[in-house]
């Protein structure tokens, strides 16, 4: 049996764009800033995303009320443009984006390593709402 520790959550959404368009949109801090959250209570308001092998990447998310803000960051360990993008979190975990055409629309998928405080299904609901997020910023501009 696998421990939160070792099992990998995946999630995952079909967003009506090219795979050029979706790139774009998840990579850009233009982009990042207007759908990096999991609920309507919260925002990002800042984005830095240098998406090279060995770049850096941070995006603050913060509840609206300012009871609470925190950094998503990390560090590219791989790159292939247009196509995916690993990364690894400050405290070890990892995580790999992966585009994918079907037909005219791009399936994308972020597989991570889950953190140790709160429950893999959580995690998972949490990330699957920013997907959303994300999807419906990109079919929306």
């Given at each position: 049996?696998?421990?939160?520790?070792?099992?990998?959550?995946?999630?995952?959404?079909?967003?009506?764009?090219?795979?050029?368009?979706?790139?774009?949109?998840?990579?850009?801090?233009?982009?990042?800033?207007?759908?990096a959250?999991?609920?309507?209570?919260?925002?990002?308001?800042?984005?830095?995303?240098?998406?090279?092998?060995?770049?850096?990447?941070?995006?603050?998310?913060?509840?609206?009320?300012?009871?609470?803000?925190?950094?998503?960051?990390?560090?590219?360990?791989?790159?292939?443009?247009?196509?995916?993008?690993?990364?690894?979190?400050?405290?070890?975990r990892?995580?790999?984006?992966?585009?994918?055409?079907?037909?005219?629309?791009?399936?994308?998928?972020?597989?991570?390593?889950?953190?140790?405080?709160?429950?893999?299904?959580?995690?998972?609901?949490?990330?699957?709402?920013?997907?959303?997020?994300?999807?419906?910023?990109?079919?929306?501009?």
């Amino acid at each position: 049996m696998e421990t939160a520790e070792t099992q990998r959550i995946k999630v995952q959404t079909i967003v009506n764009a090219t795979v050029e368009k979706a790139w774009n949109y998840f990579s850009a801090p233009e982009h990042i800033t207007k759908w990096a959250f999991a609920s309507d209570d919260w925002h990002a308001p800042y984005a830095e995303n240098d998406l090279r092998k060995d770049g850096k990447f941070k995006t603050t998310m913060a509840a609206k009320d300012g009871s609470f803000t925190f950094d998503f960051e990390g560090v590219y360990t791989n790159v292939v443009q247009n196509e995916s993008f690993e990364y690894a979190m400050p405290d070890g975990r990892r995580a790999k984006v992966a585009f994918s055409a079907e037909g005219n629309k791009t399936k994308v998928e972020e597989t991570f390593d889950p953190e140790t405080a709160n429950p893999v299904e959580m995690q998972r609901a949490g990330w699957q709402a920013i997907l959303d997020n994300y999807r419906k910023h990109v079919e929306s501009n």
